[in-house]
């Protein structure tokens, strides 16, 4: 079983429509990373928490700790939201990044 | 203030050669990492540099190695290129160790 676990593995949304993508993870971790990958390779870090809750225009991104859980919400999507999201954890004993394998999003106009 | 840039863009070797990737952090970034990413085994960790030192390293063959200079700017270097080494390398720098990444384009090598 991966230490980090993303659902789903793809979606498929109408732009407008509220998008949710989880993940979930086995160890114990000082920071929780969202990534957005378009093709062509380039990444960009959307979040980073430890905690709580962060929003940054459409995106919202949340992290339970005792449940092990976080949540990267789109509002409103739109059809440049398409791209691969990755989770990525930071392991507290091990201080590496462990990524999730992505959910690969698609939003048609 | 200029992102991440890494060089060459796109490589292609031979099996049993060695290759040498580059990549200059953003103006100020002291903390450099290293990922590789495949398409069977998504992202990895590499090495994680921090003021010329190597403070952590994935579980790779030691064939990968890296280094960090005093301008924070980092090299990895692959000796003996095998085909499984065909990946896009990404590299990205922080302020700190444990501070937000920003990721650099990449540099895809293919191995024939």
């Known amino acids: 079983k991966n230490e980090v676990e993303q659902s789903p593995q793809n979606l498929t949304a109408q732009e407008g429509e509220f998008i949710t993508i989880n993940c979930s993870y086995s160890?114990?971790?000082?920071?929780l990373h969202w990534l957005q990958q378009h093709p062509g390779g380039g990444i960009v870090s959307l979040f980073m928490l430890s905690s709580g809750k962060k929003k940054h225009g459409r995106l919202i991104a949340t992290i339970n700790i005792q449940e092990k859980h976080s949540s990267l919400h789109i509002t409103a999507s739109h059809p440049r939201d398409s791209a691969v999201y990755i989770c990525a954890v930071r392991g507290y004993n091990t201080d590496k990044l462990i990524f999730g394998t992505g959910t690969r999003l698609q939003v048609f106009p | 203030k200029a992102g991440v840039t890494q060089t060459p863009r796109y490589l292609i070797k031979t099996r049993g050669q060695q290759v040498t990737l580059s990549c200059s952090p953003i103006s100020g970034h002291r903390s450099v990492s290293w990922y590789q990413q495949t398409p069977g085994q998504g992202l990895q960790f590499l090495f994680e540099?921090?003021?010329?030192?190597?403070?952590n390293k994935g579980n790779f063959p030691g064939r990968f190695s890296g280094r960090q200079f005093s301008n924070s700017r980092s090299e990895m270097n692959v000796s003996t290129l095998e085909l499984g080494d065909s990946a896009l390398y990404l590299c990205a720098s922080s302020l700190g160790l444990h501070n937000e990444q920003f990721f650099g384009p990449g540099t895809r090598l293919t191995v024939l």
């Open positions: 540099y921090f003021s010329e030192t190597q403070r």
């Open positions: 160890v114990g971790i000082s920071a």
